[in-house]
């Protein structure tokens, strides 16, 4: 597995367990009162239509903490392109456990195999460039991680995961600088970690020419037409990383990355996302 | 405030901490070293575009987690229309909370107004008939109750929390009845607790007929055309609830409502409505 | 495993969790002084009075959390009755764990038996009769979902888990609707999701005909005598289930039955079931 | 407050937070559908039959997890006798809170009070003696803080909390050490913290003689008929504190308690106290 | 093992669980960049100095948490003394979680190790005295459990774990005593389980003496010189326990001991004991 | 205040909360048994040494869990330099919970006071260069905000808070590349938020010149004595970030300095700082 798919398992469990909560709470009463205990059955998990396949090691953990005994065999790795009517997962063991399970573990699925499926698109278009796909902190609340992951499964990489782990600096911060974008990367080199490299987002080429030289590592070229974002990438010229961001859309990311910018942020890769159609089938065997 | 829009505050603490947390981590190292703490702000969350209003009081409980001295003014209360443009919330107070916390604020509230402005959607195109539109188990892990919320925020009633709390037999469950759907019906009136209607779901007419005659309290008719639907409604005769369930979409869920089903089941109200676009518009004032 | 005696072993796992951290603390001071690590035993839980076993799964899982390496034989399933003496478990391996364990595992398998005996007393009584001996949310908080099972172990059936599965419209709810009775229910009927049915408590025959008029699926007849409940039963007729409540004892439980009511609840199973005295004996082995 | 009546209110919000949550789960339906966000009530809680309250701030607390605003006024005080009928607790405002929390807040009281209520029977069966009755582990799982204070409110003493604040030296420990109840004190004179007292189990005069010459600090004397007690308690002679535990009951306890014992532990207080019956008195003002 | 090395694991998982949510977060960036996700490894815990080995189990938690497959064998138990450059530990299998776990794993086990080592200079300190080395509560908040267990690896006795397991009467609970210190032991006596012993706080020897006669069972002799300790154990006369507590140090602890005091407390054990020089030696196997 | 002392303090009241649990436990029975629970007092928190004050504001979280109705007032803000003798804080109320929280409100305030007193004595040593005092990852497990947070009261800053916002390759990870240094930069590179400086670990000037050529952001100078690091500081020329670590002492911490390293990282601070002796000067009042 690449570094890209790696998955925090103990996070995974955790999330897991919350959402089986919300949705079992005190009982599946439908499945208890209509399969015994003893039914056992085979299932299998496929895709509806194409897409890039990402979360069924999750869906995997759901039904694994309903029934540790159930038997599952992958058939798809997450990142890999998948068919329509493909088969993903084969299930067998008891059956009550894989019913309640089911609609949890589609949740998961559906959304991230959506989010993977999404970023692909996007990867696809900038092919050849030398623009990067990224995303941003416009996720669901208490997933992030899982989304992130998903991007990564769609191929494409992470912007910083919180408020923690990257420097930021937006015209909000500016604003209380008595001196400027300068001052504002100053002070942040003095407080932040070393081990933080310092963005700046910029909205035009007065800012940008004053960023690159005030020493940021980076530079946000916030909804910048493709015109713009060309001149930024001269004035830039190698001295900090370019990430255009805002407005991106499948229809023009392919212009936006030919204009040179080194990465390019799109919040609809997880904010917006439609669920991939996945289902299970299921078969009742013994009883 | 009407029953449809109680909102438990005591779980959206618990939501909004969990998101905080993720986002904020040790610190959110941008604001920090460039905004001094006793700077001070006014901002305003606006609404980019229409739509309905749903999660102003899970954004309003982010920023008083981060500050419980921010002083917020709600222009609009959940469930209202809001035109592009219009003002939502105004806050004042410390700078830094109000940075810190303003992309959780947004990632709850422009989602949970997506959800809402969808619903609507689909409640104005059945207007006139006696169908109801309401939601599904299609939700996000663990934010099940906030997205049910913003269903009835836009206007839509609830389908049942989880699975504890109503029964709804399908194939699946059928399958293990020697006794078929019937079978299944008196297995479930034996075991759940009285204070839960049994609904089954049906894909063909005779499916009908045999639930209904064997006292079903509701029927899921399962992705049938309308004039199948039609007939369905005809067969249960009011013996039975109605839903229609599985291919709605805006185009269609008219036709389907006018078939004269009592409910209208919509996945898609949560499981991808994109987010609506809101921001916040912040200044300085004191530093 | 019949649905009835189904147990969530995650929800039992966090249970059996906190009452060790309760109970253990930072240690068992005794055992860890006076039993060597390597000493092993044999032990057997056994019942010194005749009754109904509830909560063995509970008890083996308290000795497993303490040592996951213990053996552990069940000589009796939950719902089987037990005559004085009965072995009804028996544990073999490290000794400090077993004792360590035995107050938490005594604590809930006493509880839950003495429920399950009295419970089985209940519907015994009634033997003959159409009416089903169900529980009540009169139960120990934070335990109620094992006192529920314990009530199914002896032969009952649950009324709802909590105020989210069920709706039961009181003297309270009702006083607060301008028409009465009927007003109210037809609130609850657009307010809550279908899958729910609708209960309302009537204390007298007015109050009765008015409900089922007003289209009531369960009627809770409050503290009637016997010929009052009859003619509630006949006023009835079949359209709405009939539960009698209130002022249930043993001694009376079978004339009530006879009146013809479809439930009958009884708070005290859960509330005033005395413990089963069970109690285990131990014998080192290995030292 | 005396010491015997602190209650830890950190403790008491989880475990309330628990059960409300066990309760109300996404929503007590019924009060949302039928009773308006604004209206506001009166509501009294008064106790049906005599006995001695207990955990009324527990209720207290229950209400005001679900609306701080309510405002209460206590009548009594735990640990106060109360008269059938007495009021107890007056509750203002907000309806829907009140009915919410209703069934958690009597759930608490009830059996807190029931503890009460027969340990001060217990307590005055020995009046004029000077026997204390104290209570055992036999609690509920994770209420026994609770259930202890609600001993105390009945004027009993307590026993140790938990296997670390105290030492108990059974049968089964000593069967583990080669030098008998001797060696089985001395290894715990050197495990243990010496803040703790070492307690010896005895089943008859021959280990009550051995356990006070090897120095045990307290006796308990384990189901020894009166006689035997007095004799117990005269070998002991002062040296060690004497309880007595094991098939005391209302009828014996004065017997046991003229034997001239300094302890005697009952099970029975929490371990099978019937609920004591208080109500909830609602009226709806405003609408 | 005997009952002084007892560690509770379930514990020591949540203990490890929580460091390495905060040392991991959403992930070990270098890690997974680097390292292959089928690279193995070798890699052997060492000593860099002499000491008394503590919290071997604890590092062996961190690695499983990471990776359960990892395969360990212990080469040192806790509590034994060790030599500059002993192996401690092996660790074989996936290159990553060894890596990833390494610096947690080192934080407990050089910290507990510390205090054992530390521990042990003061028991050799005494040895041939009657003197008992024991610790305080100055531990770290949150690991007093794991500090404590530390302590008896290296040969100290555990003082009271909390306030709830102890009686420690000191200058300011007497003063709000009308009657002194021995209105305080009484009061004391009334109030606790009897499970638990009563110490007073004595700085001068009108105290001890007070105190003695007041039926203290130890008494606390608070920063006195040995001349004054020597007194107050002449004065006490095996009436009550005796422990020395104040100022103790490695300098001056031999001739406390030498006073006749049994017990002597040292909070600098826990509270400024220097971590122990541990080391990971690692190598890279397959690719 | 500045950035650099902001504090979490969601953070530390779950902090706080953890610690109050494991110290007062099932309650402090010694306070409760000797103190009315109407006793007033007024109480002083001094230092007994000079030093720099870190971790009042725990401190006052501590004793404000206790009782929200305690009255304190702050005399020395975090961050400031103490005197023996000084007075830090006030505390006026209720006296038990000033007795109860005491030893927990004092460990926390020691340790952080005593690891920003040693940041002070190492920032002063090398006042004058350019050199900045940084941490490391050596923190107790699950104190690592706060020992961080104390390094900044220090005058110290901080290095990354885990293995999430920083990158830092060391030997082991090299060894896992096939190009050696410049292969294991550039898999960082592609596969980290490029929010984020890419550190590399040199033993000796030749690494030190592989990695600054194949564009490392910073270089960790393990153990170099001071020739060597003045040679790789020259070598780097401002092309990299230097990081003298390793072996830093407060004798040699001021050569270490004027080799011209950017930042002196020492474990130290936080592994090896003794506690700050401070006290708390009780006084009751009112009982």
Redesign the interface.
């Known amino acids: 597995?690449?570094?890209?798919l790696?998955l925090?398992m103990?996070y995974v469990r955790q999330?897991?367990?919350?959402?089986?909560a919300?949705?079992?709470?005190?009982?599946?009463?439908?499945?208890?009162?209509?399969?015994?205990?003893?039914?056992t059955c085979r299932a299998q998990l496929r895709t509806r239509v194409a897409g890039i396949a990402a979360g069924l090691p999750v869906a995997i953990e759901t039904f694994r903490?309903l029934d540790p005994s159930l038997e599952m065999t992958e058939h798809r790795r997450d990142g890999e392109p998948m068919d329509a009517g493909d088969l993903l997962l084969t299930i067998a063991g008891p059956?009550?456990p894989v019913?309640?399970a089911e609609?949890?573990a589609?949740?998961?699925s559906?959304?991230l195999s959506?989010i993977a499926t999404l970023t692909r698109r996007y990867v696809e278009a900038v092919q050849q460039t030398k623009a990067v796909i990224?995303d941003t902190?416009?996720?669901?609340?208490?997933?992030?991680?899982l989304e992130?992951y998903a991007v990564r499964a769609g191929g494409g990489?992470?912007?910083?995961?919180?408020?923690?782990?990257?420097?930021?600096?937006?015209d909000?911060?500016?604003?209380?600088?008595p001196d400027g974008v300068g001052g504002?990367i100053l002070?942040?080199r003095?407080?932040?970690?070393?081990?933080?490299?310092i963005?700046v987002e910029c909205d035009d080429l007065d800012q940008v020419r004053e960023a690159v030289e005030a020493g940021a590592?980076?530079i946000l070229l916030d909804n910048m037409p493709p015109d713009q974002l060309r001149r930024a990438v001269e004035l830039i010229a190698g001295r900090a990383?370019a990430?255009a961001s805002g407005g991106i859309t499948l229809a023009n990311v392919r212009e936006v990355a030919e204009t040179g910018v080194?990465?390019i942020s799109v919040g609809?890769l997880t904010?917006?996302a439609?669920?991939l159609d996945l289902g299970l089938d299921?078969?009742?065997e013994g009883?």
Chains 1, 2, 3, 4, 5, 6 share one sequence.
Do not use: C, W, Y
Request: net charge positive; proline share 5%.
């Open positions: 597995m690449s570094a890209a790696e925090d103990a999330v897991v367990a919350a959402a089986l919300e949705d079992v709470g005190p009982g599946d009463v439908t499945t208890l009162a209509t399969i015994p205990a003893a039914a903490q059956a009550r019913l309640t609609r949890v589609l949740n998961f559906q959304r959506g990224v902190r416009k996720t669901t609340p208490a997933l992030r991680r992130k990489r992470n912007h910083r995961f919180g408020l923690f782990d990257g420097v930021l600096i937006k909000n911060h500016i604003s209380a600088s504002a002070a942040a003095r407080a932040v970690p070393h081990s933080l490299r963005e590592d980076a990383i990430e080194d990465l609809a904010h917006s439609p669920s299921f078969s009742l009883v």
